[in-house]
């Protein structure tokens, strides 16, 4: 019961919308129908300006965080801590205040990796500065970014290999969710017309 109710406390964390209502406090757009059509960080960033994309980034990130700082005295085992940090990112990805309607879940599952494995995690957001500095394809830079820290980054800093799997399907769901996401989009623009 302890475990469940973890779990659904991470679940509806991570469903406070807040790039939405960044986004909305700020100019009055619903960013599930402007821009990209996702709620999170960078479709604030384009839509509505640098300090506010930043600022619903780091809310979103706080998600997972908290969602790590609950988890980890409270889990009652190390699967039970993980599905607490997978339940924030399902929430931001798909919560229940927007219909299912989310972000793509990159900055709470940079929260929860930020409080498992803080050096891994910054070593690879430093690898993301880096190569948005060479390519400036934010895009493309997160992925690799995120590829190098269960890769890279936490082998090198001697995490488990437990760890170092879970990260893995952790970061994978992203790129599930990215292809959900672009397909579902493609349908909407097909049928309204929208650009």
Request: include cysteine.
């Amino acid at each position: 019961m302890r475990t469940f109710v973890l779990i659904a406390t991470c679940y509806m964390i991570g469903s406070v919308p807040f790039s939405y209502i960044v986004a909305y406090v700020a100019r009055g757009i619903d960013i599930r129908v402007e821009g990209e059509g996702n709620v999170g960080g960078r479709n604030v960033f384009r839509l509505v300006g640098a300090r506010f994309g930043i600022a619903a980034g780091t809310l979103d990130a706080s998600k997972g965080l908290i969602a790590c700082a609950l988890a980890t005295p409270l889990a009652s085992s190390w699967i039970a801590l993980w599905m607490a940090g997978f339940a924030a990112v399902l929430g931001h990805n798909f919560p229940i205040f927007l219909k299912g309607r989310g972000g793509k879940g990159v900055s709470p599952a940079m929260g929860f990796l930020l409080g498992r494995f803080p050096l891994p995690l910054l070593s690879g957001a430093l690898l993301i500065g880096l190569l948005f500095l060479l390519e400036r394809k934010l895009r493309f830079c997160i992925g690799i970014g995120m590829a190098s820290i269960p890769l890279i980054f936490m082998p090198l800093f001697k995490v488990s290999i437990y760890d170092i799997v879970a990260t893995l399907l952790l970061v994978s769901s992203l790129g599930v969710k990215r292809i959900i996401d672009e397909a579902y989009m493609k349908q909407v623009k097909q049928k309204s017309g929208w650009k």
